[in-house]
């Protein structure tokens, strides 16, 4: 069993960068895959990005790519997602799941095996 608690939402400006966190609990956190989610207004979830148990590898939709990074630190128990260049169009809530096939960078949020609570981010247009 893993708990996820996300935080570092909030309220930015078109530009502006935000980095969230999401500290896991358990002694195995270190061996699962991480993603970040999000879900826009009236839309469905969709993948972010992911990383892999040892954080050697990550991929990222195009929609975020070159403006959002994810880490992790598996001594803290934490994944981050650092969002820079903010855009309108990021104004979602955001979710980290963990997925244990550690190795995997699956898109799919049905490949995720938990979920934190979400955190909102918005960016007014």
């Known amino acids: 069993q893993v708990q996820l608690v996300e935080s570092g939402g909030g309220l930015v400006q078109t530009g502006d960068s935000l980095r969230l966190s999401c500290a896991g609990s358990?002694?195995?956190?270190?061996?699962?895959?991480m993603g970040w989610f999000r879900q826009p207004p009236g839309k469905e979830r969709e993948f972010v990005a992911a990383?892999?148990?040892?954080?050697?590898?990550?991929n990222y939709a195009d929609s975020v790519k070159g403006r959002f990074t994810i880490a992790r630190n598996n001594l803290k128990n934490t994944v981050y997602l650092q969002m820079n260049s903010l855009k309108p169009e990021d104004t979602a809530v955001y979710y980290c799941?963990?997925?244990?096939?550690?190795?995997?960078?699956?898109?799919?949020?049905?490949?995720?095996?938990?979920w934190g609570q979400g955190t909102q981010v918005t960016v007014p247009s």
């Open positions: 358990g002694r195995t956190f270190s061996r699962y895959a």
């Open positions: 990383i892999t148990w040892t954080g050697g590898t990550t």
């Open positions: 799941a963990a997925n244990l096939r550690g190795i995997r960078l699956d898109l799919s949020p049905g490949s995720y095996d938990y």
